[in-house]
């Protein structure tokens, strides 16, 4: 029978071993001690055989977070070996220790992850699939691979909300939204009945997939079975992301004006909806508004999303001003995010003297998205020498070892019919062995989803969809400033 551990006992454990553990502001850097002496260190000496299996899960879970020290985790498994030795003193681990071990181990910056050693621990104790807290936090740990995780999840007698979510956000992270939102259905049929987060996470992937139809069935069930769920931040704030996303901002105004409460994040949300559309005087409007009728003071992820809708609707002088005045209106101190959006901004129109300028001002260090900006204006506008400029600074931050770096420099270059350049950038592409990794674009039909990328000479349909582009194009008819295109040059 498993001890029962007040809470109460667990969180004052928890903040008088915290506070030993803080880095020092006078030495913030300073060496990490052995397990024995962290023991020690902590009030816990490792030959005192009552040591209290709560202080130890206690120090587990401060150590396996990493937040001190990326070395911290090996630290919680080293001392998970300790307390599982035979010889050893202190007590053995119990249901409890084994989720902070395995949130070491995936947070541990070493290879091969023991991961799967502490997985087949579990198996070899029967602590899974048994236990509710065990279970899940293997399930964090095969995160970042689906698969291992779907294998997890389908060993589960039973599965609950929480399971089904990790796994969906699992899919959904590696690009499998189609495999994400098959389990999501798959939830009904086993008489699971999802809470917000799973909501949120299966409304989340339909916006990412360009899923409208499962996203509005969702949004149908949530008004028939669970209509306070609408109030969540969470939940309204993903079906407004959801409606902008697939094309509907109609909708995602419906949804957003029928919330009883809207925070920051809420109001976030609702401006990047209208930036995503374009519309410049909406989202910022939106920032005025959020004082008047909810109190709530923007924040910096808003001003982005206004900053970003001045940059899609080419209204550069209201960026410009948003930016200069953003300190003073809302008290909120530009980011490096917010002057790589304006760089963009400035680029998207031209003006690449300026977005220089900018740049050599910029409070901070900028990094590959504002010179990734940068180079992808000057191709626009045939700027060769700006264009090397912002090539060696990427190269300076190790964007260079994806091929779009390179193939935007070669593809400048052509341009300007310096084809010797051209070659040898092309063939620095080769010898680095550097790949792109291509964009896709994802369609939803009668409830399927289709993706395809630029040219894709692999698709199933691709015939079918080279006719209808045909059928298009004679359609719509060339202009007269395109008299000479044809559908080859279309295709």
Not at 101 to 125: E, F, I, R, T
Not at 274 to 282: D, K, L, N
Not at 461 to 476: C, K, S
Request: aromatic share 6%; charged share 20%.
């Amino acid at each position: 029978m498993r001890p029962y551990i007040p809470k109460t006992t667990f969180a004052f454990c928890h903040s008088l071993l915290s506070s030993r553990f803080r880095p020092s502001a006078a030495c913030p850097t300073a060496p990490l001690l052995p397990v024995q002496a962290l023991l020690t260190t902590a009030g816990l000496s490792p030959h005192r055989p009552e040591l209290s299996l709560v202080s130890l899960n206690s120090l587990l879970r401060i150590l396996s977070r990493g937040a001190s020290s990326p070395a911290h985790p090996l630290l919680a498994l080293r001392l998970l070996l300790l307390m599982l030795s035979p010889s050893s003193p202190l007590p053995s681990p119990d249901h409890l220790s084994f989720p902070f071990a395995l949130s070491a181990a995936a947070a541990a910056p070493v290879a091969p992850s023991p991961g799967p050693q502490l997985h087949a621990l579990l198996v070899k104790n029967a602590l899974f699939p048994s236990d509710h807290y065990v279970t899940t936090a293997l399930l964090q740990l095969h995160a970042p691979r689906p698969d291992d995780a779907r294998r997890v999840f389908d060993e589960l007698p039973r599965r609950e909300a929480i399971h089904y979510d990790l796994v969906i956000g699992a899919y959904a992270r590696a690009g499998m939204t189609a495999e994400g939102l098959a389990l999501f259905r798959a939830m009904f049929l086993d008489g699971v009945d999802p809470d917000a987060v799973v909501l949120t996470t299966a409304i989340a992937a339909c916006a990412q997939s360009g899923a409208l139809e499962c996203g509005e069935w969702t949004h149908r069930y949530v008004e028939t079975n669970a209509p306070g769920l609408l109030a969540d931040a969470f939940v309204g704030s993903a079906l407004v992301s959801m409606y902008a996303k697939c094309g509907c901002l109609q909708e995602a105004v419906r949804v957003f004006e029928g919330m009883p409460e809207r925070n920051e994040y809420v109001w976030g949300t609702m401006v990047g909806a209208f930036a995503v559309h374009g519309m410049a005087r909406e989202a910022v409007a939106c920032l005025e508004r959020m004082a008047g009728e909810d109190g709530v003071r923007p924040d910096g992820v808003a001003v982005l999303g206004a900053l970003s809708a001045c940059a899609h609707a080419g209204k550069v002088e209201d960026g410009l001003i948003l930016l200069r005045d953003m300190r003073r209106r809302y008290g909120v101190a530009p980011g490096h995010e917010h002057y790589s959006c304006t760089v963009d901004m400035l680029c998207r129109v031209g003006r690449l003297e300026e977005a220089v300028e900018l740049i050599g001002v910029m409070p901070m260090t900028p990094l590959a998205s504002v010179w990734g900006s940068l180079l992808a204006g000057c191709r626009m506008y045939g700027n060769v020498e700006l264009a090397e400029v912002a090539a060696n600074e990427l190269e300076k931050l190790g964007a260079g070892a994806d091929q779009g770096v390179h193939v935007q420099l070669s593809n400048i270059y052509l341009d300007a019919n310096r084809k010797d350049d051209a070659r040898r950038v092309r063939k620095l592409i080769g010898s680095r062995g550097l790949k792109k990794v291509p964009a896709y674009c994802a369609v939803e039909v009668d409830g399927e989803l289709s993706s395809f990328v630029a040219d894709d000479q692999a698709h199933p349909q691709r015939f079918e969809i080279w006719d209808v582009l045909g059928l298009l194009a004679e359609q719509m008819g060339p202009s007269p400033e395109e008299e000479g295109t044809t559908l080859v040059t279309l295709l």
